[in-house]
């Protein structure tokens, strides 16, 4: 098994904070649904907005927020929100 190969989402953040998009625009563009609605948590989670669930507290450290993303994500992300590919970073 191997694993996917992974980018720093800091890029995707940066953009997505910087422009006009709702985490709900984002998702109902990447087809990312719950409940028929665009799927915003999972948006924010990906963009290291929100912590990884709801329990995901680490009593030493806190909430523990994604720092990377999986290539196929961050290119379609990247689409979205106007990042080219060559500025994610492994």
């Not at 940066?14 to 409940?35: C, I, K, Q, Y």
């Amino acid at each position: 098994m191997t694993s996917a190969l992974k980018v720093a989402n800091k890029p995707l953040r940066e953009a997505f904070l910087a422009s006009n998009l709702t985490a709900a625009d984002v998702a109902r563009r990447m087809g990312w649904f719950s409940r028929g609605y665009g799927d915003t948590s999972r948006v924010r989670r990906k963009l290291g907005l929100r912590p990884e669930t709801s329990s995901g507290r680490n009593e030493k450290y806190g909430p523990r927020h994604r720092h990377h993303i999986d290539v196929e994500h961050a290119e379609a992300l990247g689409e979205i929100l106007g990042v080219a590919p060559w500025e994610l970073e492994p």
